[in-house]
């Protein structure tokens, strides 16, 4: 069955190594608490509103230097893991990760006031805490989620890309090696931007519970490579030079052509928020509805559809489908249909959050104005 889905080589660990997979998330873990807590920070207002001070929260913001760091440590091999390790553990570790996930998600659930409506099952699934800070406030521990998740899957995805060079040498796949570039530019995009990430869903309306600690920590950070599972036991397609090159270069410019709608809308919406008044890149004059003290806007690229953003992410996952250059199977696709899955939902749960906080009324008006939800003129 393994070797027919084309992963037996994730199943080659000794017994040993099979156990220091899976206690290497645990390692992971500890040490980036370390170093979030030791690295130097910024501390910045966020968006979310602190309940008892009535003003917005506090965060302290390192994730780009543990990120640098995290991967400088990796690349000069000083700790002695091969570099390849994270990739060839990731069933032990995604096996630990979980387990691990599952403690982490009962202390932050358990001895906490519980949610209106739910049944322990369903809290410790969606949590009870929308925030947890530790350490007298310097550790946040959903933006840790995060710093762990984004650095991990960078890290996984070169880990990853370290493999396939020394298992295939010189017939090694460049789709594979751009694969690894395109997402430590993303997750060093994200960490440039972190204070954005402080307006985002997850930031906004998301509990403490399994569902976004397994998914920040493991799901982020080991189960993003997916296609790496598979793509990673073949070789060099063998397309003539002249394929080879029409192939790299547009996924590569079909992954930054994705990216720049996402970051540009996340970036607008940001701009927005922090001075409501301020053209957008000096350009995009802010128009909006008012909807009492709120306001919902629809210029620019929030103009175009409702979660414009959304479809950035989708044009960037179908570069990674299409970057290994064996379309044909299904493993290059795994990306691309957890991202389109995870986007549809979203989009829906996001307007249910903001009919009930902009009002009905408004939010129909924006609908009114705005009629697209992600792909302006399809859907
Ligand atoms: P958004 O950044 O769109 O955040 C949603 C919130 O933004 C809403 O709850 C609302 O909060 C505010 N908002 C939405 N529409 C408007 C509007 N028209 N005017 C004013 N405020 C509005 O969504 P996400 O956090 O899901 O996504 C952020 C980025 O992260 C995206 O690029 C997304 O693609 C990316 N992402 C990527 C993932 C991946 O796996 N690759 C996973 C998750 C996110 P309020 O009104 O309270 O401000």
Same mark, same amino acid.
């Given at each position: 069955?393994?070797?027919?889905?084309?992963?037996?080589?994730?199943?080659?660990?000794?017994?040993?190594?099979?156990?220091?997979?899976?206690?290497?998330?645990?390692?992971?873990?500890?040490?980036?608490?370390?170093?979030?807590?030791?690295?130097?920070?910024?501390?910045?207002?966020?968006?979310?509103?602190?309940?008892?001070?009535?003003?917005?929260?506090?965060?302290?913001?390192?994730?780009?230097?543990?990120?640098?760091?995290?991967?400088?440590?990796?690349?000069?091999?000083?700790?002695?893991?091969?570099?390849?390790?994270?990739?060839?553990?990731?069933?032990?570790?995604?096996?630990?990760?979980?387990?691990?996930?599952?403690?982490?998600?009962?202390?932050?659930?358990?001895?906490?006031?519980?949610?209106?409506?739910?049944?322990?099952?369903?809290?410790?699934?969606?949590?009870?805490?929308?925030?947890?800070?530790?350490?007298?406030?310097?550790?946040?521990?959903?933006?840790?989620?995060?710093?762990?998740?984004?650095?991990?899957?960078?890290?996984? +995805?070169?880990?990853?890309?370290? %493999?396939?060079? &020394?298992? #295939?040498? $010189?017939? /090694?796949?460049?789709? !594979? =090696?751009? @694969?690894?570039?395109?997402?430590?530019?993303?997750?060093?995009?994200?960490?440039?931007?972190?204070?954005?990430?402080?307006?985002?869903?997850?930031?906004?309306?998301?509990?403490?519970?399994?569902?976004?600690?397994?998914?920040?920590?493991?799901?982020?950070?080991?189960?993003?490579?997916?296609?790496?599972?598979?793509?990673?036991?073949?070789?060099?397609?063998?397309?003539?030079?002249?394929?080879?090159?029409?192939?790299?270069?547009?996924?590569?410019?079909?992954?930054?052509?994705?990216?720049?709608?996402?970051?540009?809308?996340?970036?607008?919406?940001?701009?927005?928020?922090?001075?409501?008044?301020?053209?957008?890149?000096?350009?995009?004059?802010?128009?909006?509805?008012?909807?009492?003290?709120?306001?919902?806007?629809?210029?620019?690229?929030?103009? +175009?559809?409702?979660?414009?953003? %959304?479809?950035? &992410?989708? #044009?960037? $996952?179908? /570069?990674?489908?299409? !970057? =290994?250059? @064996?379309?044909?199977?299904?493993?290059?696709?795994?990306?691309?249909?957890?991202?389109?899955?995870?986007?549809?939902?979203?989009?829906?749960?996001?307007?249910?959050?903001?009919?009930?906080?902009?009002?009905?009324?408004?939010?129909?008006?924006?609908?009114?104005?705005?009629?697209?939800?992600?792909?302006?003129?399809?859907?």
């Amino acid at each position: 069955m393994i070797e027919a889905l084309g992963i037996g080589h994730l199943f080659e660990l000794s017994r040993t190594e099979a156990i220091a997979g899976f206690f290497t998330p645990l390692a992971v873990f500890a040490v980036f608490l370390l170093a979030q807590l030791i690295l130097p920070a910024r501390r910045v207002p966020g968006y979310v509103i602190d309940p008892e001070t009535g003003r917005p929260r506090e965060y302290r913001l390192n994730g780009i230097l543990v990120f640098a760091l995290a991967l400088a440590v990796w690349a000069s091999g000083i700790t002695g893991l091969p570099h390849d390790w994270f990739y060839r553990s990731t069933i032990p570790a995604v096996i630990g990760g979980t387990a691990f996930s599952a403690v982490f998600t009962v202390l932050a659930v358990c001895g906490r006031p519980k949610a209106k409506t739910g049944s322990l099952a369903a809290d410790l699934w969606h949590g009870r805490a929308l925030e947890i800070a530790l350490f007298n406030g310097r550790f946040d521990v959903k933006m840790y989620l995060y710093v762990v998740g984004g650095t991990m899957f960078a890290l996984n +995805a070169l880990s990853g890309a370290a %493999y396939h060079y &020394e298992r #295939f040498g $010189a017939d /090694s796949n460049p789709g !594979v =090696f751009l @694969y690894a570039a395109f997402f430590t530019f993303y997750v060093l995009d994200y960490f440039v931007f972190e204070r954005v990430q402080l307006y985002t869903y997850d930031l906004i309306h998301e509990k403490l519970g399994f569902m976004l600690i397994w998914g920040g920590l493991v799901v982020y950070g080991w189960l993003f490579i997916l296609p790496l599972w598979g793509m990673a036991a073949h070789p060099d397609p063998g397309f003539p030079p002249v394929w080879t090159n029409a192939w790299l270069i547009g996924t590569g410019a079909l992954f930054l052509f994705g990216w720049s709608i996402s970051r540009g809308a996340n970036l607008q919406k940001y701009t927005f928020k922090r001075w409501p008044d301020r053209k957008f890149l000096g350009l995009i004059e802010p128009d909006c509805i008012e909807a009492g003290e709120r306001r919902i806007l629809c210029s620019g690229l929030w103009g +175009a559809a409702r979660h414009f953003n %959304y479809l950035g &992410e989708g #044009f960037l $996952a179908l /570069s990674i489908a299409l !970057v =290994f250059g @064996y379309p044909g199977n299904p493993w290059a696709w795994t990306y691309f249909v957890f991202i389109v899955s995870l986007f549809l939902w979203r989009q829906r749960a996001d307007e249910r959050y903001c009919a009930e906080k902009y009002g009905p009324r408004k939010w129909a008006e924006y609908r009114a104005r705005v009629k697209y939800r992600i792909f302006p003129g399809v859907y």
